[in-house]
């Protein structure tokens, strides 16, 4: 396994967060292969790694439903 050096990315939080911070994720996309992925509420826990087309998919799974509730 590979590391990523995340100290230099910029961190964005899910357009769907809400102002008190719950429940949200933060992604960058500053490392194209891949997307780093991160509890909002924990910024110095553990991140997910993705590779980009397989979090792509994932979030237009998300957006049309096919995930379920």
């Known amino acids: 396994m ?8 910029t961190w964005r939080k899910s357009s769907y967060s809400n102002q008190d911070g719950g429940a949200c994720v933060e992604v960058s996309d500053d ?8 509890d909002s509420k924990n910024p110095h826990g553990p991140v997910l790694i993705f590779r980009a087309p397989r979090w792509g998919a994932f979030v237009a799974a998300l957006k049309h439903g096919a995930l379920g509730a």
């Open 31 to 38: 490392l194209a292969p891949v997307v780093p992925v991160r």
């Open 2 to 9: 590979r590391t990523v050096d995340l100290t230099a990315v």
